[in-house]
């Protein structure tokens, strides 16, 4: 089965700041991967998916963006914090469409 | 846009039963049930791909209306592990890949 790797698990970054947020995956090949965020008591929104190396789909046009350089690594990124990023980022992983999605454990941002 | 959730939560006594549906206004590809504990990830249930399925285990059960725009999750004889967030997940074609999720179903058991 699956296994998702995400860290930090916990990160506090000032307002403006870098921002990079690394998955990779082990169990599985030419997986789809996926980006969430949720925000405090909120549903998981869709940022980013990707069905293969260094193809990106956007759904939210804000200052994240997202890259596959590696069939198992999910890069998301953002040049500039805005303190409405803050929220639990969530990286996921499936082998096909008639699948479920496998998430890492998470990365609760706090922008301050 | 996402399928929308009912009830937005709901407080049971353990060994009451719940059902939380996830509704669209066009049909679902197929539609996967997840848990969410505070603080952590979504963890699968289970996965409903026909028109008219229904399946089930222990007490936890979930159906997939014919014209696949309804699905229902049932929770019988609730205990208090089953506190938590429950989200319906989908996409609406195959090969789509854009997977969403409902709006989400808070549900407390208390003792």
């Known amino acids: 089965s699956q296994t998702i790797h995400q860290w930090p698990a916990t990160l506090v970054q000032p307002v403006g700041s870098p921002l990079s947020l690394e998955c990779t995956v082990e169990?599985?090949?030419?997986?789809?991967l996926y980006w969430y965020r949720q925000a405090a008591g909120r549903g998981l929104q869709l940022l980013f998916y990707?069905?293969?190396?260094?193809?990106i789909s956007s759904e939210v046009p804000q200052n994240l963006s997202a890259s596959r350089p590696q069939d198992r690594q999910f890069i998301l990124s953002s040049k500039k914090l805005l303190l409405s990023d803050s929220g639990f980022y969530l990286c996921?992983?499936?082998?096909?469409?008639?699948?479920?999605?496998?998430f890492g454990n998470g990365t609760r941002l706090t922008v301050t | 846009q996402q399928p929308v959730q009912s009830p937005q939560a709901v407080i049971l006594r353990e060994g009451e039963d719940a059902v939380i549906n996830c509704s669209s206004s066009k049909a679902l590809y197929s539609v996967h049930w997840y848990r969410q504990k505070h603080g952590e990830a979504p963890v699968f249930l289970m996965i409903l791909l026909k028109g008219g399925e229904q399946k089930g285990h222990d007490k936890i059960s979930a159906s997939f209306n014919e014209k696949k725009q309804q699905s229902s999750l049932y929770l019988t004889a609730s205990q208090l592990s089953y506190s938590g967030t429950y989200f319906c997940g989908t996409e609406y074609a195959k090969g789509t890949y854009k997977y969403i999720f409902g709006t989400g179903t808070r549900l407390k058991v208390l003792a």
């Open positions: 996921a992983s499936r082998d096909s469409s008639d699948s479920p999605l496998h």
């Open positions: 169990g599985t090949s030419n997986p789809n």
């Open positions: 990707s069905v293969g190396i260094g193809q």
